[in-house]
């Protein structure tokens, strides 16, 4: 303490970085309200290099600042974007776990899981489909699976409505656009594979969610490659609902 107090009336709070690694619970906010308090803005971890952007992209299009849930007991199908499902994805036990109970643990009712990475990962390899694709070009795949269930009908206009804004105007930019040869010439994914996993994603038989990992959100475009995948949740309604993304509810610390 009497370093730290040295420092900050000596050369001033902000000479002093703070850098954490992958925080546990509320450790981050605990050091977060130690580095305001101190006064430095240099409280670094590792979202600070690139995979912060699963978080910055539920912020921007969900207006949720935190890493999503994601309701495993009761999803149907499952899309992953470069998320390593079996191997390193958050919370690791849990969600292997819950792919195996996908495939095996509810008697007449085995989930689909598709695995969308340019490597033939383990995931990949324990998947029902694996959809090998031009790294870094996932937001294009996205898209296109938008474009065919909005142009085929498929999407939930009411939640859209209720819930969206802008829809129109992006639904009009997907429309005019993407094509399904712009997309494929850019992936390297058939158009008809695009057009089944869209409609497979958008059955309205089944509870479903695309979810996205380092592998499509740690590029240059990682955050669009994010968003355009978080966009697909919405666009069939599967936010705050059954077998679809959830957003975590943390304990609330005690005020200042």
């Not at 105007?169 to 992936?187: A, M, R």
């Not at 309604?237 to 200042?256: C, I, K, R, Y």
Request: neutral net charge; contains cysteine; hydrophobic residues 40%.
């Amino acid at each position: 303490a009497a370093r730290l107090k040295h420092i900050r009336q000596e050369q001033g709070p902000h000479t002093v970085a703070i850098l954490g690694g992958r925080y546990r619970g509320h450790m981050q906010e605990l050091f977060r309200r130690f580095a305001r308090s101190y006064g430095t803005p240099n409280e670094v971890d590792s979202g600070s290099i690139g995979s912060g952007n699963s978080t910055l992209a539920a912020y921007l299009t969900q207006g949720v600042p935190d890493y999503l849930a994601y309701d495993w007991q009761n999803a149907d199908y499952v899309i992953s974007f470069g998320a390593s499902l079996i191997e390193s994805f958050r919370p690791t036990v849990f969600v292997q776990r819950m792919v195996a109970n996908m495939r095996r643990g509810r008697p007449g009712r085995r989930g689909k899981i598709v695995t969308v990475d340019p490597r033939y990962s383990v995931t990949a390899s324990k998947s029902d489909e694996w959809v090998p694709i031009r790294p870094g070009t996932d937001a294009a795949l996205a898209l296109g699976m938008a474009a065919v269930i909005v142009r085929e009908g498929l999407h939930d206009q009411r939640f859209l409505e209720a819930h969206t804004a802008g829809f129109e105007e992006w639904k009009k930019s997907v429309l005019d656009e993407i094509s399904l040869d712009f997309v494929s010439e850019q992936t390297g994914v058939r158009a008809d594979v695009i057009e089944h996993l869209a409609r497979e994603f958008a059955a309205k038989d089944r509870h479903s969610f695309a979810v996205a990992g380092r592998g499509a959100g740690m590029h240059t475009n990682g955050l669009y490659n994010l968003m355009a995948i978080h966009c697909l949740n919405a666009l069939v309604g599967n936010l705050d609902s059954p077998g679809g993304v959830l957003v975590q509810e943390h304990p609330a610390f005690t005020d200042w």
